[in-house]
Structures are given as C-alpha cells and as structure tokens.
T-cell receptor, first 110, second 119 residues
Framework: RKEVEQDPGPFNVPEGATVAFNCTYSNSASQSFFWYRQDCRKEPKLLMSVYSSGNEDGRFTAQLNRASQYISLLIRDSKLSDSATYLC???????????FGTGTRLKVLA | DAMVIQNPRYQVTQFGKPVTLSCSQTLNHNVMYWYQQKSSQAPKLLFHYYDKDFNNEADTPDNFQSRRPNTSFCFLDIRSPGLGDAAMYLCATGKGGTSGIRGSYNEQFFGPGTRLTVL
C-alpha cells in the first residue's frame, strides 16, 4: 500500500459544480495534513492545512477522518481558475519529511 | 516579504557538465529540502537538512550532492548530469519541531523551482 494515495483523475467538471477529492494515508501516527495546489510548471503552493475539526476557507473545505485514515477536499462553485493539480501531503512521523500523493488533476470546463 | 528564492529559474547544461542550483530563504527556517519533480509526477525528495545535519534519501543517486553553508543558503550540485536528470528542482523550507520534539508539523514553503534541461 502506498503511504499516501490519491486518485490521479483528471476530474473534468463544469463551472459552478461541486467536486470532492479524497486522499488516504497509511501511517496512523501522522499528525499534519495539507492540501497544496500546483499549476502546470509552477511550484506547489499551500491551499489549506487540514485540522482535526475540519476547516473551511471560502469555497474550500477540508476534512480529516482519523479512523479511516483519509483527508478530503471539497471545492464548491468551481471556477475556471481552480483548474490545477491538488497534492495531498502528510508528515512522516518522527522525521522532518513529508509524503506527497501523486496529485489529483482538476479541469473546470466553461 | 519573507520567501524562498531559487536561482537560476532555468538552467540548460550539456550531458556530463556539472551544474549548481541555489536556494536561499529569508524565513529563518531550520529545515531545507531539495525535491526533483518530473512531468505528471509528485515531487521526489532528494535530501534535506535539519540545521547542518544532512539527510540523504537512500535512492538519491551519488551524482547529486548538496551543501548548506549557513541557515539561509542551500545548494544542489549535479556532478555529471544525464538526460534522465532533466526535471524541475524544487527547494523548500520548513520549521522543524522545537523543544526536543523531533519532526515537522508545519507546512513547507516552496521556491519557484529551477527547470533543468540537459542537452
């Protein structure tokens, strides 16, 4: 089993749609979870940290389910500008390292 | 603004000709990372520093070396670039755990990357 697993997509959705991505992780001792957004040929940029209680930032909502070891990202009212790859990142406990998922590609269509 | 800077942004080299990529940060973070990212793949960790403590990944080729002369700067040296080394190289920083707590819990900050082409 991969340490961090994501559906690579692509998810093709119309503007205004709601789309959700999941990411599973294998190490139950992981404590820090992040969603990064990466545009083509650019660096990853932090979209959201994921907190135990769940958190929301505008149209974006992140959830953590420790029992099932997954995190999710919900995007409401998709915009064309949301088209990007969304990377799930989880800390590797006891180290300074992070494990990246392969990313989920989102294409929002006009 | 505090940031992570990488130079050059684009580097073209010839097969076998050594190249050095640089990274600097104004965040005063104690952890610095070098990643290699190829098209449609996740970033792959090459090595990282906690302060001056160097940590190499087991599958990082010997062709890749790194130096961190001080907190702010970190270099990636590719001694004999091959065609397979063409990629985006990303530098990142992070705030490692303090008060004896080993591990990183905070987000990483990435530089804009250096795109390496090998001819």
């Amino acid at each position: 089993r991969k340490e961090v697993e994501q559906d690579p997509g692509p998810f093709n959705v119309p503007e205004g749609a709601t789309v959700a991505f999941n990411c599973t992780y294998s190490n139950s001792a992981s404590q820090s979870f992040f969603w990064y957004r990466q545009d083509c040929r650019k660096e990853p940029k932090l979209l959201m940290s994921v907190y135990s209680s769940g958190n929301e930032d505008g149209r974006f909502t992140a959830q953590l389910n420790r029992a099932s070891q997954y995190i999710s990202l919900l995007i409401r009212d998709s915009k064309l500008s949301d088209s990007a790859t969304y990377l799930c990142v989880v800390n590797k406990p006891g180290t300074y390292k992070y494990i990246f998922g392969t990313g989920t590609r989102l294409k929002v269509l006009a | 603004d505090a940031m992570v800077i990488q130079n050059p942004r684009y580097q073209v080299t010839q097969f076998g000709k050594p190249v050095t990529l640089s990274c600097s940060q104004t965040l005063n973070h104690n952890v610095m990372y070098w990643y290699q990212q190829k098209s449609s793949q996740a970033p792959k960790l090459l090595f990282h520093y906690y302060d001056k403590d160097f940590n190499n990944e087991a599958d990082t080729p010997d062709n890749f070396q790194s130096r961190r002369p001080n907190t702010s700067f970190c270099f990636l040296d590719i001694r004999s670039p091959g065609l397979g080394d063409a990629a985006m190289y990303l530098c990142a920083t992070g705030k490692g755990g303090t008060s004896g707590i080993r591990g990183s819990y905070n987000e990483q900050f990435f530089g804009p990357g250096t795109r390496l082409t090998v001819l």
